[in-house]
């Protein structure tokens, strides 16, 4: 295990996963969270890309018709980390029941408003997701999260004891590079378009380190895809996973 995975700031007592900084940092941002040109625009853009991914890992994973407007129908999922609901609400439109944990309750009222909004019946927690006894699902994600997280080990054993027999995980993070921390740090917050302090680049995992934790939890790492940025193509799905990718996991 790489000492990323074991640094001071990864590792905590009692297997917390919550910091109280991380937090607050994201529950600041919640009033803007769903405004495209706000705090959170640089989500709003990665989204589609995320999305992307995950309807052909569904199709894959569970044979599904590609055309299927509802793929995730009579499937349940679960988003960890779920802000307000970015994803939340594109998993619910596909047909699945879904929950959202988010750390911030601040983020889990924006949520649930806009979900309310939205006509979405999605069910949105605050709390710490080791310590939530709320079942298993088909289809768990934690997207751009545990970079965030204290405990890297026990967060990825809590979103493993939450998958379903047969179920699917899927995780976004930034690889830790040069190249992250020269784009997403050095650049994305330098110049405002991501805020100051979202990102610490010590606290981010490499493919091989993921796939260890996941190991350890029982699970099965599949073929990372890079999401990668350029002027011509913005956000996208790319071999390169230098700044940052995105995974499935299964049982083994």
Known sequence: MSDATTSARSNTSGGQTIRPDEAAHFGRLAKDWWDPKGSSAMLHRLNPVRLQFLREAIDLHWAGDIEARHPLASKSALD?????????????????????VDAAPENVAAAAL???GAGLDIR???GEIGSLDIGTFDLVSAMEVIEHVADKRAFVAALAARLAPGGLMVVSTPNRTPQSRLLMIGAAEGIGLIPKGTHHWDDFINP???GDLLDEAGLELGDPKGIGFSPAKGLHLTDDLSLNYIVTARAR
């Open 124 to 126: 949105y927690i605050a």
């Open 114 to 116: 806009h979900a309310e």
């Open 80 to 100: 960890v980390g779920c802000g307000a609901g970015l994803l939340c609400e594109p998993l619910a439109r596909l047909g699945a029941e879904v929950t959202g």
């Open 208 to 210: 091989e380190e993921l």
